[in-house]
């Protein structure tokens, strides 16, 4: 099981047929829980990792989809205040993400707090919806990282999700590049070193989109 590092950031890169997804372990705090499709790499990740808590940076189901296996490991898991109720109760998932990601596990997670630990570095949860309602970035000011789940994915988008708000993201995208960051950290993509020039680039082309 490849696991990368940045700095003290252990990394697990799951391969799927559409997109990787990445999850990422900072210092006992686990970031997204990937998709029951490679549930067992996702286990054994844990495993290796034992983390005390889980933050889900939304209820999508290669975000959660290992929810219910997490926590039976001990581990308490974070959703934000809009996607606990998603989470617990499930929602609907269409033919092509079952076949790709697969069913996500349902459990009622704990509401995220503002303000996270992980090891001796801060957190902070910053609700930026446009992607989902309930998605979520987790800020780390110390060392100016940014997990964005799927708020960046890239720069220019070929489509949107029908349940997408392009209006809401962008709003986001203006309140999130106000943070002091540079890298990103990509639910998609992975590291992303010039993260902030990133995120701005895909701000303007969805402000063009719109204009024009």
């Not at 549930?39 to 929810?67: I, M, Y």
């Not at 001990?74 to 697969?102: D, H, K, S, Y």
């Not at 209006?167 to 590049?177: G, Q, Y």
Request: aromatic content about 8%; some cysteine; glycine content about 8%.
């Amino acid at each position: 099981m490849p696991i990368e590092h940045h700095h003290e950031i252990h990394i697990l890169k799951l391969q799927s047929r559409h997109l990787p997804v990445y999850l990422y372990s900072l210092n006992g705090l686990l970031i997204d829980t990937g998709f029951t499709r490679q549930q067992a790499e996702v286990l054994a990740f844990v495993k290796e990792e034992r983390p005390s808590h889980a933050a889900l940076t939304h209820h999508h189901e290669d975000h959660s989809g290992n929810v219910a296996s997490v926590m039976a490991m001990g581990v308490q898991v974070w959703a934000p205040r809009q996607g606990v109720e998603p989470v617990a109760g499930g929602f609907p998932v269409e033919w092509f993400r079952r076949r790709i990601w697969g069913l996500p596990e349902q459990a009622r997670c704990d509401p995220m707090p503002d303000e996270l630990r992980a090891g001796s570095l801060e957190v902070r949860a910053i609700h930026a919806p446009g992607h989902s309602d309930d998605m979520t970035v987790l800020h780390v000011p110390e060392r100016g990282w940014l997990f964005t789940g799927d708020l960046f994915i890239a720069r220019r988008l070929k489509a949107l999700r029908d349940d997408e708000d392009p209006n809401a993201l962008i709003r986001s995208l203006d309140r999130v590049l106000e943070l002091d960051f540079d890298t990103i950290f990509c639910a998609h993509r992975g590291v992303v070193p010039d993260g902030r020039e990133q995120l701005r680039i895909k701000r303007d082309f969805l402000v063009g989109v719109r204009d024009q």
